[in-house]
């Protein structure tokens, strides 16, 4: 059931609309009505319906105004015009807003009930557009899987769970067979990052190069290829006795026939086996790092096992750490933080991660956390925590629990420090929003969108920041310091309804009446009536 709300200035006319309508019937549900396009806009900032179905001449506020303001605050929100005007001119400014209906006045119950079900037709697709797949979409599902999986460091934390959700999903996508079990039978996968030069040295790998490796890999085992940025990336799934006997094969089969067939030289880097599809940008990282000892005069092959030893504590899960460091200090609680760090020394003792590894990580994390503060705070909140590093001068000590007793309160204090700025950072922007409006509230331009700019923030974040701080909306706390000031010159001054209205910032004096009327619930001058005569 979709949500609607129904603006038009013809009080009969609206409320007729919403009697007799089954909207039930037709899907959608009335969840609040205006009698113009403020009060509308108002509207949809508190309910966010699903519609809003609105006259394209109001007052205070036209149709098309109405459907500009509400592109920034709801743009997901459809729009349908009721418009007494078959005017094409409204009809073109309202193609722009991407306006999902534009009816015509008068209509009959059952003209305006057909065509709302067909505006319920098209916001259905559109929310089906999020999962509805074409025929080349299928095609390409399967990558779409994988490739975040190879790319994406923030995949979250590995374990027993999420891999096998991600083998049952690899199941139902057709990459692993149901019977891909444990043991020497189980899955395993290897990562191949190709690239193509010709002999000037200039990168020609593109689609055609994903495709021309497709065709070789396939005789051997099965995978996914694809191209991005400047490269092929290949996945190769097989039992760990099948890579062993087919990997060099292929490998090798792929730098022959790019030099033989294409005329091009290639680099072709290779990860390790892993056995975990949760470990497959680990296994990308390592791919790509071994293609990293190519030279353009020296194409070939590396494989990273051939290059460089495994280590007890691989950079990949570093990465991992950093990442989820990063993560906690930035909106994690303070033990949760401590939590995670204390499980991470935790877990390379428990490996047998010998005290340089623990030192490496250490610096790692360090630097990350440095980087963060820097980027969060300023200069002088990096000094203040390096004043305060509880390593003295002497970053590494021979006792682990030592070392690691004294980054766990350089990364709390870290945490205070972060914590601290944001809260500030926030309580200044918004203090500052609040400043602007209480000494600018005269100006009629005056708008949360022109405040944003000003501060240079963006106005959703103002728009909860203000919220979250005064529990009102931008709209709600100028209004109301708009008539607040109006009720203090009408009750203390002579000055007329009019000049009133514009130092209030209303250009429209029956608007301020409008508004006014609605906030103390009575008119201005019967406000100045009632307190005089009291």
Known sequence: ??????????????????????????????????????EALELVEKLEPDLLLTDVRMPFMSGIDLAREVREIRPTMQIAFLSGFDDFTYAQQAIQYNIISYMLKPISSAELTEELR???????????????????????????FLMPLLLDPFQGSPGKEREQALREEAVQRGFLSKNSGGGDKQTRYVVIVASLWDSQGENRTGEDSA???????????????????????????????????Y??????????SV???????????????????????????????????SKRNDMGVYFIADIERAGTFDQERVQTAVNEIEGLLRSGTKEELEESLKGLFSQMKGEGAPPVTIQLVTVQLMAAVFR???????????????????????????DPQEMQERFLSFCLAAWDLVSEHRK??????CDKALEIIENRFMDPELSLNAISGEIAVSPNYLSALIKRSTGNTFIDLLTGKRMETAKKLLLGTSMKIREISEKCGYNDQHYFSYCFKKYAGLSPNACRRQYEEG
């Open 1 to 38: 059931m979709y949500t609607i709300v129904i603006a038009d200035d013809e009080a009969e006319l609206r409320q007729a609309l919403i009697r007799r309508i089954d909207w039930e019937d037709v899907g959608f549900r009335v969840v609040g009505e205006a009698e113009n396009g403020v």
């Open 118 to 144: 067909k505006i319920k037709k098209k916001i259905d697709e559109k929310f089906e557009e999020f999962t509805r797949k074409t025929d080349e979409q299928e095609q390409q599902s399967l990558t779409g």
């Open 211 to 245: 495709n021309a490796i497709h065709r070789i890999l396939r005789k051997y085992v099965r995978h996914v290829s694809f191209y991005t940025d400047g490269r092929v990336i290949s996945l190769l799934t097989a039992t760990h006795a099948g890579l062993e006997k």
């Open 247 to 256: 990997l060099h094969i292929a490998v090798e089969d792929i730098s022959q």
């Open 259 to 293: 030099k033989r067939i294409m005329n091009l030289s290639s680099s072709i880097g290779v990860s390790r086996i892993v056995a975990e599809i949760g470990r497959l940008h680990e296994a990308y990282i390592e791919a790509m790092d071994a293609i990293g000892y």
């Open 372 to 398: 963060l503060v820097y980027a969060v705070a300023d200069s002088d909140a990096v000094q203040s925590l390096q004043d305060s590093l509880p390593f003295q001068g002497q970053l590494f000590y021979e």
């Open 424 to 429: 500030k950072s926030g309580s200044v922007i």
